[in-house]
């Protein structure tokens, strides 16, 4: 009787279905779900090697040309950096123009601006929202890539010598915006060089496709009223990119694993308010290129002492 159970038991087993694993997913498919993870993390890691970045200073040779439309293009001109940080933020002090050194008064304004945007940023700390950064300029959403675009593998290249993978980003059509950072994604697309190994962004460059106004604060005078310039919070400045307009950006690893600038570029047409007085809305382009070089690591934590 035992016997017969057990061989019921087998026959009822062996008659019933038997589950089909299911399907190993397209190839295709696979691929974009390998490029999404790797988007993802390199993003996470863009944000997070900016500490690092903040223990260096480093120049930057810049050439521009800015011109009203309606008139002639002139000469580019050529400045030359050093960019610290301070309080957390980078500063840019002037230390030629034209290929020539600053004139010793300009020097000694260079030096007071820099004091005054360092009080400005210690203070800010100590208040809610704090006080917005010096240097606002167009930035490509690095950090909405992994959600609010959609991405393509381009294929691969050889970038200083490693290979990395080249993806193209382009905002999702049915995706809505969450808030402020999102809505700012859909005005762009971009086009990335990932080091796979590093799962690193080593370049990126971004075409604006829809019209962006991007609003700042002057934050620091220019002018040298009694000697010390002035900070001001209560005045705006905005500008207008038009489609067609792009920027880039190159990075280098250095030994210890930080990665800074190399080199970047823009080639934008805008039109700028200044709701300042004597404001001027005339459209204009403006061209820059920037080779940065000389990084040296700071021993100890600079602070500027009022």
Not at 260 to 276: D, F, G, S, T, Y
Request: proline content about 8%; aromatic content about 8%.
């Amino acid at each position: 009787m035992k016997a017969q159970l057990v061989r019921g038991a087998l026959v009822f087993l062996a008659l019933l279905p038997v589950p089909t694993p299911a399907p190993p997913a397209p190839p295709e498919k696979r691929a974009a779900i390998e490029i999404n993870e790797l988007v993802r993390h390199a993003a996470a890691n863009f944000k997070e090697r900016e500490a690092l970045r903040n223990d260096y200073t480093y120049l930057a040779h810049y050439v521009w040309s800015s011109y009203d439309l309606r008139g002639r293009r002139p000469r580019p001109s050529t400045a030359d950096f050093e960019i610290v940080f301070l309080e957390g933020e980078p500063y840019m002090r002037q230390l030629k123009s034209n290929d020539q050194p600053l004139p010793p008064e300009e020097e000694k304004r260079q030096i007071a601006v820099m004091e005054t945007f360092a009080t400005a940023r210690r203070e800010a700390k100590s208040r809610l929202g704090g006080l917005p950064a010096f240097y606002r300029a167009l930035e490509l959403p690095v950090a909405q890539l992994p959600d609010a675009f959609d991405l393509h593998a381009k294929g691969r290249q050889r970038l200083d010598g490693r290979e990395v993978f080249v993806i193209e980003a382009i905002p999702k059509d049915n995706h809505e915006p969450a808030g402020a950072d999102q809505e700012h994604a859909r005005h762009f697309k971009m086009k990335l060089w990932i080091d796979p190994e590093e799962a690193q962004i080593v370049k990126i460059e971004g075409e604006v496709i829809k019209e962006i106004v991007v609003t700042s604060i002057p934050t620091v005078d220019g002018s040298m009223a009694n000697e010390t310039p002035m900070v001001f919070e209560s005045q705006r400045s905005r500008r207008l990119y038009k489609p067609g307009s792009t920027i880039g950006e190159e990075w280098t690893r250095l030994d210890d694993g930080a990665w800074l600038p190399k080199h970047a570029h823009a080639n934008v047409q805008e039109r700028i308010w200044l709701e300042l007085p004597k404001a001027n809305s005339s459209p204009w382009r403006d061209i820059r290129d920037c080779t940065y070089s000389g990084y040296r690591k700071f021993r100890v934590k600079a602070t500027i002492v009022p």
